[in-house]
């Protein structure tokens, strides 16, 4: 009875260990498990692969030109918001193609607020060196500024780029800058204005 009991007893101290190997050598062994991903390859990006990326940051207003004289942009604090949601497809390692919805906000003077919508489409390049992934893209589109009562649709464009870390298979967290371009284009010359503005946003991708 007492070597019934003592075999039982080792049997469930073992029993965990014996799952344990039993299922580590069952991955092993599994070949849809072998991935690229210990390996950190460039190739972990092919055709058909798609990334959405999510951002939230700030922004600041750096230059602005009428007639291509600088002028006072009245942004005070100097500094607003942004957020953007992105959608990306990847042709291989390297190119991808996507679009971009983005959102900016920009307080002046007067204690009022700028507001920007831009709509555009990205394509893109991408490094990738170990788990760092360096994409590089240009935005172009379309966009709606409105200010008081006051509404401008009109063209922009942006570019810039972006440092990830690949935390693991399905996300990856960074940090991105653009330069952006807003022009403002009326019959009247003298009212036309040129605005650029920096983005800086923390970054998550989701992979899939």
Known sequence: ??????????LLFFLPFILFAQQDDSESNDPSRETD???????????????????????????????????NHNFTPPVGGSGSLSYYFYFNSWFHLGGEINGLFLPTIAKD?????????????????????????????MTWHRYLDKVY???????????????????????TSNWCWFPEWTEDSNKNINGNIVELTLSARYHF
């Open 37 to 71: 991903w210990e390996d950190f390859k460039t190739d972990l990006y092919s055709f058909g692969d798609q990334t959405f990326t999510i951002s939230l940051g700030v922004c600041f207003p750096v230059l602005f030109y009428n007639n291509g004289e600088k002028i």
């Open 113 to 141: 607020t700028l507001y920007i919508i831009a709509l555009g489409i990205k394509p893109g390049v991408q490094f990738v060196i170990w788990r760092f992934e360096f994409p590089l893209n240009l935005t172009v589109g």
């Open 153 to 175: 649709y009109g063209f922009y464009m942006k570019g810039g780029g972006s440092v990830y870390y690949r935390f693991n298979p399905e996300w990856s967290f960074g940090i």
């Open 1 to 10: 009875m007492h070597k019934t009991r003592a075999k039982l007893v080792l």
